[in-house]
């Protein structure tokens, strides 16, 4: 048996491209920037009964933040599946920690089902691993007391309370007068 070292760099550089991909998705969601969500898209990707491409994605996007206050998703487990040198599917399992306007803060578990697809990037002949689709299946949300009401942790002093991040963050500054 003989093995192909050069398929199998190609493939680990793939699944490293792809694991960025997600990474990239949990901090366009992060910093609520729906331009960078867009650029991860292929132009074609599908949104279900929102439709296809940009616009849908945009409409869908855009419904999704408008009341979004924060959102940190930390990916657990993902696994990836080539179908060919251009397509793959991945399942990959997080766990999301949000707040929004209606609903209050809320912690959930989150599987993704994934279809990427290398793409060329719209300026340039260069081709990236993009979403095709990208399916969130909800196992659970719970609610719970907000963090972001918590007085400041002053960290490395206490490690219990909101640290600077959060509190240098615009949104959850007038939150916090709101509720103050």
């Known amino acids: 048996m003989t093995f192909d070292h050069e398929n199998a760099v190609k493939e680990l550089q793939a699944k ?3 694991r960025d991909l997600v990474f990239s998705y949990c901090e366009a969601i992060r ?4 331009e960078s969500l867009v650029a991860l898209y292929t132009p074609d990707a599908a949104f279900g009964s929102m439709g296809t491409g940009e ?3 945009r409409s869908m996007a855009e419904a999704t933040m408008r009341e979004l206050e924060f959102a940190v998703i930390l990916v657990t487990n993902h696994r990836i599946t080539f179908l060919n ?4 599917n ?3 399992w997080a766990r999301c920690y949000a707040q929004n306007k209606t609903e ?3 912690e959930q578990i989150i599987k993704y089902t994934d279809q990427y697809e290398l793409s060329k ?3 340039s002949n260069k081709e990236n691993w993009k979403f095709k689709h990208r399916r969130h299946h909800l196992w659970f949300g719970q609610s719970k007391d907000s963090p972001l009401t ?3 942790a002053n960290w490395p002093k206490g490690n219990i309370g909101l640290g600077r991040e959060p509190l240098s963050d615009a949104v959850i500054q007038n939150l916090r007068e709101q509720s103050g």
């Open 121 to 123: 990037h719209q300026n």
């Open 85 to 88: 040198e251009r397509e793959a």
């Open 90 to 92: 991945g399942e990959v």
């Open 150 to 152: 918590l007085p400041p």
């Open 55 to 57: 616009e849908a994605l």
């Open 104 to 106: 209050g803060y809320y």
């Open 16 to 18: 490293d491209e792809i």
């Open 31 to 34: 910093n609520r920037d729906i």
